[in-house]
């Protein structure tokens, strides 16, 4: 059984420095790309980042770019989200994903129907 649990949200101050992890079980980890979506209340499911099985191939949605960074280490099937500079417009459940890396694009993994399998989320709250 497939199981992806977020960890590391929480409350803080605009300009201040999260990181958000994901600990995957279940799954070969290493031949999966993974992803970090958000959802803020009202809005739709968004794409922020996405990290293929290779490592050194990333993806951002604008909106993070030059502010969040995403990375994996496979020896403890672990995703991480390193979010610095926060902005109130980033508050947000987080949502962690993986999908089958079929050597595609990386754009190819910045759709929610790409990914198979989801966590429950946490909450990322930033204040002003």
């Known amino acids: 059984q497939v199981q992806l649990v977020e960890s590391g949200g929480g409350l803080v101050q605009a300009g201040g420095s999260l990181r958000l992890s994901c600990a995957a079980s279940g799954l070969t980890f290493s031949v999966f790309a993974m992803g970090w979506f958000r959802q803020a209340p009202g809005k739709e499911r968004e794409f922020v980042a996405t990290i293929m099985r290779r490592a050194s191939s990333t993806s951002y949605a604008d909106s993070v770019k030059g502010r969040f960074t995403i990375s994996r280490d496979n020896a403890k099937n672990t995703v991480y989200l390193q979010m610095n500079t926060l902005k109130p417009g980033d508050t947000a459940v987080y949502f962690c994903?993986?999908?089958?890396?079929?050597?595609?694009?990386?754009?190819?993994?910045?759709?929610?129907?790409?990914?198979?399998?989801w966590g429950q989320g946490t909450q990322v709250t930033v204040s002003s």
């Open positions: 994903a993986a999908a089958h890396d079929d050597y595609s694009p990386s754009y190819y993994y910045t759709r929610r129907t790409r990914y198979n399998y």
